[in-house]
Antibody, heavy 126, light 110 residues
Framework: QVQLMQSGPEMKKPGASVKVSCETS????????ITWVRQDPGQGLEWVGW????????NYGQKFQGRVSLTIDTPTSTAYMELWGLRPDDTATYYC????????????????????WGTGTTVIVS | QSVLTQPPSVSAAPGQKVTITCSGF????????ISWYQQFPGTSPKLLIY???KRPSGIPGRFSGSMSGAAATLTIAGVQTGDEADYYC???????????FGSGARVTVL
């Protein structure tokens, strides 16, 4: 079955960078994108960005623009999120999720959703 | 980035119906294609509903989604104690090319 396994917890100093991995299995990696989502302690979900598993094209949330980089390694079916210039308020759990692109046949519009989520990676900045 | 509005909390007795609304859609948001996610404390979110009202395999039929006017609704028909969790709506904003989540609603089963 489809699985997304993320790297383990990280403890970083302010100003450092962190790279979180998301190893996928159970589906053709290039058939879907990977979305990254952040959840601050006790808070809701926040979209970080998305990367295409086929082309490597990316979209980033405005809050993270210029401070995050999403990459993929197709041979290992692994996606990565690197965040630099870490601040204490970057302390959060970061999730990867498979992003599905589907089409509404009636209107010819693409729509998107995340159908399988990773295990989550806790990053503590202190 | 914008956040869709959900009630912070909803409560009901076992067996009752629970409805969670999601509103605040802009004209660039494909509100018809809304998804709903369930998250238990300390675990990863899980897809409950996609394309407004479709359930992935394995999701019980008591979960349903609908759209009415300017709000999307997740309904849990006959809520169970095991449904106590946080529920988020989410949808793609075509204008800004980003995904928007709702603020989240905590369901408590009394």
């Amino acid at each position: 079955q489809v699985q997304l396994m993320q790297s383990g917890p990280e403890m970083k100093k302010p100003g450092a960078s962190v790279k979180v991995s998301c190893e996928t299995s159970g589906y053709p990696f290039t058939s879907a994108g990977i979305t990254w989502v952040r959840q601050d302690p006790g808070q809701g979900l926040e979209w970080v960005g998305w990367i295409s598993g086929y082309s490597g094209n990316t979209n980033y949330g405005q809050k993270f623009q210029g401070r995050v980089s999403l990459t993929i390694d197709t041979p290992t079916s692994t996606a990565y999120m690197e965040l630099w210039g870490l601040r204490p308020d970057d302390t959060a759990t970061y999730y990867c999720a498979r992003r599905i692109r589907a089409v509404d046949g009636r209107r010819g519009i693409y729509y998107y959703y995340m159908d399988v989520w990773g295990t989550g990676t806790t990053v503590i900045v202190s | 980035q914008s956040v869709l509005t959900q009630p912070p909390s909803v409560s009901a007795a076992p067996g009752q119906k629970v409805t969670i609304t999601c509103s605040g859609f802009t004209s660039n948001v494909g509100s018809d294609f809304i998804s709903w996610y369930q998250q238990f404390p300390g675990t990863s979110p899980k897809l409950l509903i996609y394309d407004g009202n479709k359930r992935p395999s394995g999701i019980p039929g008591r979960f349903s989604g609908s759209m009415s006017g300017a709000a999307a609704t997740l309904t849990i028909a006959g809520v169970q104690t095991g449904d106590e969790a946080d529920y988020y709506c989410g949808v793609w904003d075509y204008g800004l090319s980003l995904y928007v989540f709702g603020s989240g609603a905590r369901v408590t089963v009394l």
